[in-house]
């Protein structure tokens, strides 16, 4: 096997593994040992005070196994393991790029994205902000996105979910 395509595998390996561990963290640490970090993201704008939010320190959390991965690909002879950190940081760009300025707004670009995908990652994750506490949430990923978010809804029915995003 010739070594980019090698390296291309491990790379698309580490960035589908990310949604799983961004589900599993975000399930069983941010809705759980770690509220009190990820809380404030579930608070409406207003109750919120300055750009950043404690929820952004997981953003640092999840480079930390990147960087590792860096280190370990450059510093030693198993160069492979770079590809990891490559698809954690891909992950982690697409994460942002959807949950921070799609989603949330964060940032007012690409606001226009209007297709069924598009727009079932918006309901799915209106349906988790739906809740302001940690119990008793649903859809915790980001990019795999239950079926039922698929469906048509009605149009006041697809705001509200959609608006729960403005928290």
């Known amino acids: 096997m010739p070594n980019w ?6 790379t698309l390996a580490a960035y589908a593994g990310m949604e799983f561990m961004a589900w599993f963290t975000h399930k069983y640490l941010m809705h759980g040992l770690l ?13 919120k005070q300055g750009f950043f939010e404690k929820n952004d320190r997981f953003f640092l959390v999840f480079a930390i ?19 990891i950190g490559v698809g954690i940081s ?9 949950h921070d300025v799609y989603i949330h707004r964060r940032f007012s670009w690409f ?3 209007d297709s069924k995908y598009s727009r079932a990652i918006l309901r799915a994750h209106g349906t988790h902000h739906a809740r302001r506490d940690k119990d008793d949430c649903e859809s915790f990923g980001l990019l795999v996105v239950h079926p039922k978010f698929f469906k048509k809804r009605s149009r006041r029915e697809d705001e509200a979910l959609i608006r729960n995003n403005e928290a």
């Open 5 to 10: 395509l090698l390296f291309s595998l491990i």
């Open 35 to 47: 509220w009190s970090w990820h809380e404030d993201h579930h608070k409406p704008k207003h109750e």
């Open 65 to 83: 196994p990147s960087m590792i991965c860096y280190m370990i690909g450059g510093l030693t002879t198993h160069f492979w393991v770079l590809f």
């Open 90 to 98: 891909l992950y982690g760009l697409t994460y942002f790029l959807i």
């Open 111 to 113: 606001k226009q994205l």
